[in-house]
Antibody, heavy 118, light 107 residues
Framework: QVQLQESGPGLVQPSETLSLMCAVS??????????WAWIRQPPGKGLEWIGS???????YYNPSLESRVTISIETSKDQFSLNMRSVTPADTAVFYC??????????WGQGTLVTVFS | DIQMTQSPSSLSASVGDRVTITCRAGQTISNYLNWYQQRPGKAPTLMIYGASTLRSGVPSRFSGSGSGTDFSLTITSLQPEDFATYYCQQSYSTPYTFGLGTKLDIK
């Protein structure tokens, strides 16, 4: 049973960079059957796909965020990460990492709330 | 981007009721449609993928149907643990997009 766990600061100042890590256990991130994704959910709102990464390093981003986002993968550590630059209070959200199989997100981390606040 | 429109946005029902939630895509997406359940304070969980395939372990009272642009999620004989928010998501093309959700609460 795969498990995903997000980690990172819960508070980020405006204009700074939000950095999160997702640790994967119970499955190898090198498994070519999956992509690994970041999804966010502002408080009380819906879900927004941020982007996905393959074990090879290939990435796909939401065009609405692409200019500010980098997703990378460290296969030797079974983890992948998210960097979001120049954040504003509108970026306050619960950030989830997830495993994507055949287009659906079949396993999720518990989520981590990141608040952009000075 | 493919817009996903869910209806209703909220729904009140009783234990034992049958409910249907609909999801409409802004363009045809074949059967690349997934349904998630999210309980308060928890991460979403995948319930149905490929429009109608029940994920292993999901109770058979859940079912999905549709193709093209119109889809539905039906729950027969609602149980207390089913009261949650449900989201549809298209996986036809990036950026993957979700509906705004349907909150199902107890009448």
């Amino acid at each position: 049973q795969v498990q995903l766990q997000e980690s990172g600061p819960g508070l980020v100042q405006p204009s700074e960079t939000l950095s999160l890590m997702c640790a994967v256990s119970g499955d190898s991130i090198n498994n070519g059957n999956y992509y690994w994704a970041w999804i966010r959910q502002p408080p009380g709102k819906g879900l927004e796909w941020i982007g996905s990464v393959y074990y090879s390093g290939t990435t796909y981003y939401n065009p609405s965020l692409e200019s500010r986002v980098t997703i990378s993968i460290e296969t030797s550590k079974d983890q992948f990460s998210l960097n979001m630059r120049s954040v504003t209070p509108a970026d306050t959200a619960v950030f989830y990492c997830a495993r994507k199989k055949w287009g659906s997100f079949d396993s999720w981390g518990q989520g981590t709330l990141v608040t952009v606040f000075s | 981007d493919i817009q996903m429109t869910q209806s209703p946005s909220s729904l009140s029902a009783s234990v034992g009721d049958r409910v249907t939630i609909t999801c409409r895509a802004g363009q045809t997406i074949s059967n690349y449609l997934n349904w998630y359940q999210q309980r308060p304070g928890k991460a979403p969980t995948l319930m149905i993928y490929g429009a109608s395939t029940l994920r292993s372990g999901v109770p058979s009272r859940f079912s999905g149907s549709g193709s093209g642009t119109d889809f539905s999620l039906t729950i027969t004989s609602l149980q207390p643990e089913d009261f949650a928010t449900y989201y549809c998501q298209q996986s036809y093309s990036t950026p993957y997009t979700f509906g705004l959700g349907t909150k199902l609460d107890i009448k």
